[in-house]
């Protein structure tokens, strides 16, 4: 079945850096790739979203790549700012929204 | 205002009892999920429902029982046979089997003893 891997576990950027989170998927079918941000004692929230035949999206602050053929794709977050702080999970799908399968999440830190 | 309620917020149990979390959501959606969520952890799937009276198991349904009698509501069961129930259970939606994008609930943090 799906494996969906998320590096690093842990991340800590300066306020206005940027943050880089990575995902690999092992299932080539995945065409679908939410990202979803959980603050503290919450549910997650969908924050971006990417389907295979597209390599990039952006929403303002934050930008979503993929890379089909290595089986890849990241999460880039610009200027951050401390309200980004928060766990992040990459997900994939592969047609159903039953399936979505979760990676283990980041937990990104800004100091100010 | 439109959302997914899960509760209660904190639940504490003794160990051999069942326990029932409660979602309950306005959306119209016609699907339903139960996660489970460990510290570390992504979240696996225990439940899901795709429409009233029908539902499948997940990925680590056992120890778990749900029901789905109305389109709103999407109880879970924490039965006693479930081995580690302490986590945190997200409770979630869409629109339809076909729809992608899914909505979370608050979530509940059951602690058995």
């Known amino acids: 079945g799906e494996n969906v891997e998320q590096h690093p576990s842990t991340l800590s950027v300066q306020e206005g850096d940027s943050a880089v989170i990575k995902c690999t998927y092992s299932?080539?079918?995945?065409?679908?790739f939410p990202w979803y941000k959980q603050e503290l004692g919450k549910g997650p929230q969908l924050i971006i979203d990417?389907?295979?035949?597209?390599g990039e999206k952006k929403d303002q602050r934050i930008a979503v790549t993929l890379n089909k053929t290595a089986k890849h794709f990241s999460l880039h977050i610009t200027e951050t700012q401390p309200e980004d702080s928060a766990v992040y999970f990459c997900?994939?799908?592969?047609?159903?929204?039953?399936?979505?399968?979760f990676g283990s999440g980041t937990r990104l830190s800004i100091r100010p | 205002d439109g959302g997914i309620t899960q509760s209660p917020k904190y639940l504490f149990r003794k160990e051999g009892q069942n326990v029932t979390l409660s979602c309950e959501q306005n959306?119209?959606?016609?699907?339903m999920y139960w996660y489970r969520q460990d510290p570390g952890q992504g979240l696996r799937l225990i439940y899901y429902?795709?429409?009233?009276?029908?539902?499948q198991k997940g990925d680590i349904a056992e120890g778990y029982s749900v029901s789905r009698e109305k389109k709103e509501s999407f109880p879970l069961t924490v039965t006693s046979a479930q081995k580690n129930p302490t986590a945190f259970y997200l409770c979630?939606?869409?629109?339809?089997?076909?729809?992608?994008?899914?909505?979370f609930g608050p979530g509940t943090r059951l602690t058995v003893t």
């Open positions: 979630a939606s869409s629109s339809g089997p076909g729809s992608y994008e899914q909505y």
């Open positions: 299932d080539s079918a995945s065409n679908y």
């Open positions: 990417i389907r295979s035949n597209v």
């Open positions: 997900a994939a799908s592969k047609g159903s929204a039953s399936k979505i399968i």
């Open positions: 959306l119209n959606h016609d699907a």
């Open positions: 429902s795709q429409i009233v009276n029908d539902f």
